[in-house]
Each structure stands twice: as structure tokens, then as C-alpha cells.
């Protein structure tokens, strides 16, 4: 009987997840091009790919850890050419939105991987940022983009990055920080971040995923981020735990990612359930779900079942969630009515 007990309660939690607004914070654009669409940009811009077909592909992503990835993620990108496969791809993202019930996301994009091969900058933008407008006015989907720089990069790269988003600011709210981050620290960025501050951009960096606890403190101390991405590392420091709890600072975690990046060997070791009991803003992310296997929806249903997340734990992280934005109060407010109509909804369910 408990067995047959614990099945109803994870179709109800699988039926709670598939209905909940969603907010999605980490999501790197170049990271949801999935194989099919690799190939048919291929064919349009006439890349050579170095994999014989989508099988192919996907027996590629059996990654050893992240720079493994990067070395994929990397080449996939050179079939990004124009402004239409920018389009192509963000639109792609936007219906993957629509389906798992996304109402907001923050995107990043990592303009030197394409401006470092002679795509223009403007190209880019202009791509993602249409396809983002279209989500708006078709699907209502809010959304915010944000420029990474590519930490394995130089900090004189950054800055020659940063001035060319200057002329874009009404399209991009902040930036980033991500790329390999073992021996690349955050303190290498800090003039890059005080700049991006001084010209109105707010800041995020990825910290505490292969890196140490204390690139989150550099994170937090010298770029000054209002979110750390990932940060799932933060638990070897116990005083940055309180920290990150007393100054409820987000952590925007991606739990299949951390496991197909070997940062964790199983989901049931994540660390996500034990950051949300100690008080911590976590939210649930899919990093580069074309890569990782699922994008947030499959992210939360997976992470459940894995660690035995409850209703209220769903609850919190979608607030969190909201929380940690960058919308307006307004638009928190609304997104906050529509957690509390399918929160009774989720209750009634399991009543």
C-alpha cells in the first residue's frame, strides 16, 4: 500500500510541476541548440560539422567535465552565422518555454564566441532580441538578456566586449561571467564589472560550481553580483552559507548539469535540498539543457524525485525564483498571484 502511495504522490507533484509557473534565470542561448538544429544551420551556411549525424551528436555529450563540454559547445557554434539563425535559435528556446510553462527567463549570451569569428556583434543582438520580442507579444512570455564575458579570456577581451554592448543597453539589462573557471578568478574581472556598474548594467557571475567557495566571495565582494550562478560550492565555507542566507543572495542552481558535469555523481547527492532547508534563495535552472538532458521542467520533475522534494519545496523555489529576477514589482507581483493560484490548485490535488 505505501508503495502504491508514494506512486499517487509522484504523479501529483509530476502533474504540480508540468502546471507551475516558472522562471527561469541560467540559461545560456548557445546551450539550447539541440543537434537537429545544428545540422539544419549547417546545411544553411554550409559548416562542416565533425560528426557524421544526430546519433553522432549525442553520443558526444558524455562529458568528463566542463571544459570536455565547452570543447563541443564551442564548435556547435560556428553554424551561428546570421541574424536569422540567432532568430532560429532563440525562438526554439521560446517554445521550449511556452511548453514547460515558463512566464519569465534571463538569457545569457556569450558574444566573443561569435565576434571572435568575425560575427558582428549587432548580428547577435539583433537575432536573440527579435525572437525575444516575439515570445513577448505571441506567447507573453517575459524576458531579459544578459552579456557574458569568457573568463579563460582576458580581462582587455571583456572590456572591448563591454564597450560593444554600450550602444545596446536598452536590449541588455546586465552581464555575466562564465567559461572555464578553474584559474580564472573573479578578481581578474573587477574593472570590467565596476565599468559595466558605471554604465547602468546589472551584474551576475558564474561561481562555486568547479571553482572554490572563495570565488563566490570575490564574486560577491569585488564584481559586487546581485546573483551567483551555480554556487553550489559554497557549502565548504560555512560562514559564506550564513552569508548567502542572512543576504538571501540567489543561487541560481542547475542540478542535471552539475551531474552530467561530474560536479556531483548522482542527483540523489545533490546538494539543492540541503541549500533550501538551510534558507538559501535557490532556484532551479537548465544551465544548457540541449547538452544536459532536460530543460527546467525535466530539471525540477528529475531533481523531485531524486532528493523527495515536496509541494512546499516546489513552492519555494518558484518564488525564489521570482524573487531573484529582474523584473519590475509589478511584475513580480503577478507572477506571485499565479505561484499562489497554483499552489491551492497543487493542494487540492493532494487533498
Given at each position: 500500500m505505501r508503495g502504491i502511495a508514494m506512486i499517487g504522490i509522484a504523479v501529483m507533484h509530476e502533474s504540480a510541476i508540468a502546471r507551475m509557473p516558472k522562471v527561469e534565470l541560467h540559461l545560456h542561448i548557445e546551450g539550447s541548440?539541440?543537434?537537429?538544429?545544428?545540422?539544419?544551420l549547417a546545411k544553411r551556411n554550409d559548416v562542416e560539422l565533425p560528426y557524421a549525424s544526430i546519433e553522432e551528436v549525442r553520443a558526444?555529450?558524455?562529458?568528463s567535465n566542463l571544459q570536455s563540454f565547452l570543447d563541443i559547445y564551442y564548435a556547435g557554434a560556428l553554424v551561428l552565422q546570421t541574424e536569422q539563425d540567432f532568430y532560429d535559435?532563440?525562438?526554439?528556446?521560446?517554445?521550449?518555454?511556452?511548453?514547460?510553462?515558463v512566464r519569465h527567463t534571463?538569457?545569457?549570451?556569450?558574444a566573443q564566441t561569435h565576434t571572435d569569428r568575425g560575427?558582428?556583434?549587432?548580428?547577435?543582438?539583433?537575432?536573440?532580441?527579435?525572437a525575444l520580442s516575439d515570445g513577448r507579444e505571441r506567447m507573453g512570455i517575459s524576458s531579459h538578456l544578459i552579456l557574458c564575458f569568457l573568463r579563460h579570456l582576458s580581462a582587455e577581451a571583456a572590456m572591448t566586449t563591454l564597450e560593444q554592448a554600450l550602444p545596446y543597453r536598452d536590449h541588455i539589462i546586465g552581464v555575466g561571467l562564465d567559461s572555464s573557471e578553474k584559474g580564472h578568478p573573479p578578481e581578474k574581472f573587477t574593472e570590467v564589472f565596476d565599468r559595466a556598474r558605471g554604465e547602468g548594467f546589472l551584474t551576475v557571475a558564474h561561481a562555486g560550481e568547479e571553482g572554490p567557495?572563495?570565488?563566490?566571495?570575490?564574486?560577491?565582494?569585488?564584481?559586487?553580483?546581485?546573483r551567483i550562478d551555480h554556487g553550489v560550492r559554497c557549502v565548504e565555507d560555512p560562514l559564506l552559507v550564513r552569508r548567502l542566507q542572512k543576504e538571501q543572495i540567489p543561487l541560481t542552481v542547475c542540478p542535471l548539469s552539475n551531474v552530467r558535469l561530474r560536479v556531483f555523481d548522482r542527483l540523489a547527492d545533490h546538494n539543492l535540498k540541503h541549500l533550501l532547508d538551510a534558507g538559501l534563495c535557490v532556484t532551479v535552472n537548465s544551465d544548457d539543457p540541449a547538452y544536459?538532458?532536460?530543460y527546467i521542467g525535466q530539471n525540477l520533475l528529475e531533481t523531485t524525485r531524486a532528493l523527495n522534494l515536496d509541494l512546499d519545496d516546489l513552492e519555494r523555489l518558484a518564488r525564489n525564483a521570482v524573487t531573484a529576477s529582474f523584473l519590475d514589482d509589478g511584475g513580480k507581483e503577478d507572477l506571485m498571484i499565479q505561484i499562489d493560484q497554483w499552489r491551492e490548485q497543487a493542494g487540492q490535488g493532494c487533498g
Open positions: 541548440l539541440e543537434p537537429e538544429l545544428m545540422f539544419a558526444a555529450y558524455d562529458f535559435l532563440t525562438w526554439a528556446y521560446m517554445e521550449r518555454c511556452q511548453a514547460d510553462k534571463e538569457i545569457f549570451f556569450d560575427v558582428a556583434f549587432e548580428t547577435v543582438v539583433k537575432g536573440i532580441t527579435r567557495a572563495a570565488y563566490i566571495e570575490q564574486a560577491l565582494d569585488l564584481l559586487k553580483v546581485q544536459f538532458g532536460g
